[in-house]
């Protein structure tokens, strides 16, 4: 079974600086998909960012970019430019490529921004 | 842009009652999905749904639970006798899982279910 793991329950970051939150994911699989969603408040799942597993460059969305260390499987998402409105909840998910593609979510992290 | 919708945004339902939260998934997406957050806690995943049957369910899933997509737009998930321990939001989700896409999974914005 698939597990992905968040050692980091809650983060803090000044506005306007960097925070790095970090992600361990488990599979024997060679075909997978790697999120990051986050959810505010409101409770809605936003996707921020996405990685196939068989790219070997990181993937990046504005200020949103990931560092995936496949051989470690590791996946972590780096905020730069940190904003008021980047707080929430953000939780790291794999899919199994050729399964029924269900999501396996990790704990979560929250992150709060300071201003 | 398509989004998915979920009705009622809150359900407020007494223990061994029936309750129904449904979903409009994106028109064109194929795959359909339930999850369950319970406050605090991490998303789960309940239930696939694909060419009108269930191919993937968790052992939450048991058989209070049921799913269908009576007509070409709606998908259902009916609790068929709540327990205080169904209280949790519910996010309908579905994707277009093609040979071009990323498997990506489009949320609903989620049915809170109080049961009391």
């Known amino acids: 079974a698939q597990t992905v793991t968040q050692s980091q329950p809650e983060m803090s970051v000044q506005e306007a600086e960097t925070v790095t939150l970090s992600c361990t994911y488990d599979?024997?699989?060679?075909?997978?998909?790697l999120f990051w969603y986050k959810q505010p408040p409101s409770r809605q799942m936003i996707l921020v960012i996405r990685q196939e597993a068989y790219k070997q460059q990181n993937a990046t969305e504005n200020r949103f970019s990931v560092n995936f260390q496949k051989a470690a499987k590791s996946f972590s998402l780096k905020i730069s430019d940190s904003q008021l409105g980047d707080a929430a909840m953000y939780f790291c998910a794999q899919i199994i490529g050729g399964s029924n593609y269900k999501l396996t979510f990790g704990k979560g992290t929250l992150l709060t921004v300071n201003p | 842009e398509p989004e998915v919708t979920q009705t009622p945004s809150h359900q407020v339902t007494q223990m061994g009652q029936e309750v129904i939260l449904r979903c409009v998934p994106i028109?064109?997406?194929?795959?359909f999905y339930w999850y369950r957050q319970i406050l605090g806690q991490k998303v789960e995943f309940l239930v696939s749904?694909?060419?009108?049957?269930?191919?993937?369910k968790s052992e939450i899933f048991d058989d209070q639970f049921s799913v269908e997509r009576p007509d070409g737009s709606n998908f259902t998930l009916k609790i068929r006798s709540t327990k205080l321990e169904d209280s949790a939001m519910y996010f309908c989700?579905?994707?277009?899982?093609?040979?071009?896409?990323?498997?990506?999974?489009?949320f609903g914005p989620g049915t809170r279910l109080t049961v009391t």
């Open positions: 989700a579905s994707s277009d899982v093609s040979g071009h896409s990323s498997y990506e999974q489009y």
């Open positions: 749904f694909y060419n009108n049957e269930i191919s993937e």
């Open positions: 028109s064109n997406h194929l795959y």
């Open positions: 599979t024997s699989e060679s075909d997978y998909y």
